[in-house]
């Protein structure tokens, strides 16, 4: 019997131990906000600007960009820095009450299922 590996969409070409970078990279790619907030845009088009123009998809980028193209691009200071500032807009914005919490502090609704 063979065993199987676990499902994980890290699991590419790209390992995070080989290209240092790439998780925060994958991050930012599987965050859903991106299909309404475009702040990450000129991260994807920087790696692939006509696949990104074509797909408007980051994974999709993420997961065909040249090993080379990766390493240029997280080996530049200006991008690296866009990339972790926003991380830290992600983590800010995951830990800040939401406008239901802010104006209901006291309701006694935790839970909302979509």
Do not use: I
């Not at 990339?83 to 939401?98: I, M």
């Amino acid at each position: 019997m063979t065993q199987q590996t676990p499902f994980s969409p890290l699991n590419n070409h790209f390992s995070s131990a080989v290209v240092e970078g790439f998780d925060s990279l994958a991050e930012l790619a599987l965050d859903l906000r991106w299909s309404w907030n475009h702040a990450t845009d000129e991260v994807w088009c920087y790696l692939d600007p006509e696949l990104w123009e074509l797909t408007q998809n980051p994974w999709v980028v993420l997961q065909t960009v040249s090993r080379d193209k990766l390493h240029q691009a997280l080996a530049n200071p200006a991008f690296r820095k866009n990339v972790d500032d926003l991380l830290q807009t992600r983590y800010e914005e995951a830990n800040t009450p939401a406008w239901f919490q802010q104006l209901y502090s006291q309701s006694p609704l935790k839970t909302v299922a979509y």
